[in-house]
């Protein structure tokens, strides 16, 4: 059996899974950390350009991964793991997967409390004199040329400061 599109991915800390496709089906085992199979399953899907109960679909096949009509399969996806380092290449990439995620949640905020500063000072702004509305514009000025951490410091110190005086 010829494994085209294989691959390795991280689930969690301890528990990985490798797919792969083959006779047009989709294949995948769950592995450990030491790229073994943890519970001796390989399972068998139909491919996904197949609708659910669409011809040629039939459930999961869970298919006993050490018979031997087997064994050359679960030895060539060991060897594809060994060589290729390829339960640390799935760390890797679901930690830089991790850090791209918690980066652009970070930015979000940021964004969400530049936006929050800024229509503060606008609000201000609306006051009834000339000074207080050239005020709010010069402090929504002023917040959008701040740089993205001093945004995040004054919104978090601003709204820790809110909430104790608010208890």
């Given amino acids: ?77 060991k060897k594809r793991i060994a060589e290729g380092n390829l339960i640390g290449r799935a760390r890797l990439e679901k930690d830089a997967a991790d850090f791209v995620r918690q980066r652009e949640d970070e930015a979000r905020k940021v964004r969400a409390y530049r936006e929050a500063l800024v229509a503060a000072s606008l609000a201000l702004g609306k006051g009834a004199t000339e000074t207080e509305r050239h005020f709010g514009l010069y402090l929504a000025h002023q917040v959008n040329s701040l740089s993205n951490d001093a945004v995040k410091a004054f919104a978090e110190t601003f709204l820790s400061e809110t909430k104790a005086r608010g208890q």
């Fill in 1 to 77: 059996m010829k494994l085209e599109n294989f691959k390795v991915t991280m689930h969690t800390n301890e528990l990985f899974f490798a797919t792969w496709n083959a006779e047009g089906a989709r294949f995948h085992v769950w592995l450990d950390n030491a790229g073994e199979l943890v519970n001796g399953t390989l399972y068998k899907n139909p491919p996904l350009e197949i609708p659910f109960e669409g011809e040629g679909w039939f459930e999961t096949r869970y298919l006993k991964a050490h018979n031997k009509s087997n064994r050359p399969i679960i030895d060539e996806i």
